[in-house]
């Protein structure tokens, strides 16, 4: 069966692939690589669920296939669960402007964080993984990883927020663990081992 991944951050797809091959799922997986003029679905809702569910809608749409999409971000208890569903946005909002998205908002968030003590340097990754089919049918399943912010990034693996967040029960960050390690624990690992089971159903 071929599924599409609505992603347009490359650095996701190998951490999809990962996980449903390690969860054993046998399906086509597509970038949308494969779709040019692929809409780039806007993030209008207020929950990673409902902005997994606009991204694999639009693509089922599109494509006449079913579409798997990936919603997540970093919640940091100092900020009241900010970024959030704005993760990938949150420096634009505030006029950063750089080259390396991820790398300025890493950057905004240290700089927000910059008097919190480590007691209170909690935070979660949270990722909604959605499936939608053309034919309506559809779901979302989410993991959340808890872990701690550090000050100085470390590591090279992964992406996003992985070089400055520890997971509970870890020394190394998400961005020294390597893939396998990472897709073990993580939120987005979580999601989509979950969405397997849910895919196994509906295809
Ligand atoms: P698509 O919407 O096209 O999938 P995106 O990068 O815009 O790509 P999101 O809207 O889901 O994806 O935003 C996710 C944000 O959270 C983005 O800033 C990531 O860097 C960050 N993030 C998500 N998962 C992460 C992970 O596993 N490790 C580090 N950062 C992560």
Request: glycine fraction near 12%; charge should be negative.
């Amino acid at each position: 069966t071929s599924v599409v991944l609505a992603t347009h951050n490359a650095k996701k797809v190998p951490e999809v692939r990962g996980i449903l091959a390690g969860a054993g799922l046998d399906v086509d997986l597509i970038g949308l690589d494969g779709y040019p003029g692929a809409p780039d679905v806007a993030e209008t809702e207020t929950t990673f669920a409902g902005n997994a569910l606009l991204k694999a809608r639009a693509i089922a749409e599109h494509t006449g296939l079913p579409a798997i999409a990936d919603d997540s971000g970093l919640r940091v208890d100092e900020l009241k669960g900010m970024p959030g569903v704005l993760s990938a946005r949150w420096s634009g909002r505030f006029g950063t402007r750089s080259g390396d998205k991820d790398a300025a908002n890493l950057e905004l968030v240290l700089d927000q964080l910059a008097d919190t003590p480590e007691e209170r340097r909690g935070a979660e990754f949270v990722c909604a993984a959605a499936v939608a089919l053309p034919s309506g049918d559809e779901g979302v399943l989410e993991g959340v990883l808890r872990g701690r912010l550090i000050t100085e990034p470390r590591g090279t693996n992964g992406f996003g927020y992985d070089p400055v967040f520890v997971p509970e029960g870890e020394t190394r960050t998400a961005a020294e663990l390597d893939p396998a390690e990472k897709n073990a624990i993580s939120h987005r690992g979580i999601a989509f081992r979950l969405l397997a089971a849910k895919l196994r159903e509906l295809l």
